[in-house]
């Protein structure tokens, strides 16, 4: 089995395993799927904004066999239970029991929705993205099933594109108002690379990790409760901001087209925390452009000064972190050799995402977990992660 699109080297010893659990006639198939981690440019996708996140070697697989029913029936491993659905009436007014097969389905629906021909599978799938902690599962299983469910042959959109359909999905048929970031970083992902993505064109450049430097993903184990109405909350925010700028300002749709300057003199028309959560979007973007430069002209100081206002932002301007995020940046940043630390993704709990000088992952480790239970009561979990590229078919070597 070729290891070629694996970051994960235990990755094909699991596969081998996954598939060995499909008994009876037909070939086997294999698909994966990265889960990803934001570097910068946080609750910017769903205003058309600049994200730069990597896919990474926390990965979903799955084992499957093609058939002719018009079904779907897949054990989840981690899960221990097999569930299955059909293509027959498949519309969000009929979604059934609220399980992780709905993500399966949804794609499956959004794929059909979109002209997309579809075909059944039984299979098997195994998944090391921890679940709920912002790492985005619910992407990599949308992006490995828009593998499994495709017809060969038939022609593929490309990532963008993809990623859009399985977007409408999670929207529409689980009913996440989530943007494009996670599914398109799951789908485009390229190994030893961030992909600076314009969620207003839906496009993508990569951007190279510098060499000498760590992803490390510290999990906070915090639940986030509050995450889904409160996400919401800010996306109302920002879209009555565009509406309230946009009576003065012709030609503005989304906080995209608002600069620092345009925002400063539409201030008096905006509710105080309208403004704030605008002003987060607006510098953000800012911020992700100067962390590109940065990473290309391997300037660390520059790196370690954007993350941590980007995480200030988020947590006085945006006002999705929590404590426990503060406090495992808070101890990280002390870490020598620790260039950037902040939280990542939606927030409310979840993980941060720290740059760490090679050789210094360990002490970081160390200090995370001698600290972090002491100030929080809670256990973390640290996790050194590569770049990896994005989902697709795995070849099975005879
Ligand atoms: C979640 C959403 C993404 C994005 C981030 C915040 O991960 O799924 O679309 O909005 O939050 O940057």
Redesign the pocket.
């Known amino acids: 089995m070729s290891d070629r699109h694996m970051g994960n080297p235990s990755a094909v010893a699991r596969a081998a395993a996954l598939s060995a659990r499909l008994e009876g006639p037909g070939s086997v198939h294999l698909v994966r799927a990265p889960g990803r981690v ?1 570097l910068i ?6 205003n058309e904004g600049l ?1 730069l996140p990597a896919a990474i070697d926390r990965e979903i697989w799955i084992a499957f066999q093609p058939w002719d029913r018009p079904e779907v029936e897949l054990t989840s491993a981690g899960f221990d239970e097999t569930r299955s659905f059909s293509f027959e009436g498949l519309s969000p007014e009929t979604r059934g029991a609220k399980s992780w097969i709905d993500y399966v389905a949804a794609t499956a629906w959004a794929m059909r929705d979109a002209g997309l021909p579809i075909r059944g599978f039984r299979g098997v799938m195994d998944s090391t993205v921890p679940i709920g902690s ?1 790492l ?1 599962s619910s ?1 990599a299983l949308e992006m490995a099933s828009s593998w499994a469910l495709a017809v060969p042959g038939a022609p593929r959109p490309d990532a963008g594109v993809m990623a859009a359909i399985a977007q409408r999905g999670e929207n529409r048929y689980v009913g ?1 108002n ?5 599914q398109f970083a799951s789908a485009a992902g390229q190994a030893g690379h961030a992909l600076l993505i314009d969620c207003r064109v839906n496009q993508f450049k990569t951007a190279p990790m510098p060499a000498g430097l760590s992803l490390v993903v510290c999990e906070t184990g915090s639940a986030r409760k509050l995450e889904a109405s409160a ?1 919401n909350t800010r996306r109302s925010e920002c879209e009555l901001g565009v509406k309230l700028i946009a009576e003065r300002e012709p030609g503005v749709r989304a906080l995209r087209d608002v600069d620092e300057a345009m925002l400063e003199r539409n201030r008096d028309r905006l509710p105080e925390i309208v403004a704030r959560r605008c002003e987060h979007v607006v510098r953000e973007d800012v911020r992700v452009m100067a962390t590109v430069a940065a990473l290309r002209d391997g300037d660390l100081d520059a790196l370690g000064r954007l993350f941590a206002a980007s995480h200030a932002s988020l947590r006085d301007l945006y006002e999705v972190s929590s404590a426990e995020l503060d406090a495992m940046v808070d101890i990280a940043v002390a870490v020598p050799g620790v260039v950037a630390s902040r939280m990542t ?3 409310f709990g979840g993980c941060t995402v720290s740059l760490v000088k090679h050789g210094a992952e360990e002490a970081l480790r160390d200090v995370v977990l001698a600290q972090y239970q002491k100030r929080t009561g809670l256990e973390p979990r640290i996790y050194i992660v590569a770049a990896v590229d994005g989902a697709g078919e795995v070849k099975q070597d005879a």
Do not use: F, L, P, R
């Open positions: 934001n440019g946080e609750h910017t996708d769903y994200v912002g985005s992407a996440v989530c943007g494009i970031m996670d996400y993704g939606a927030g």
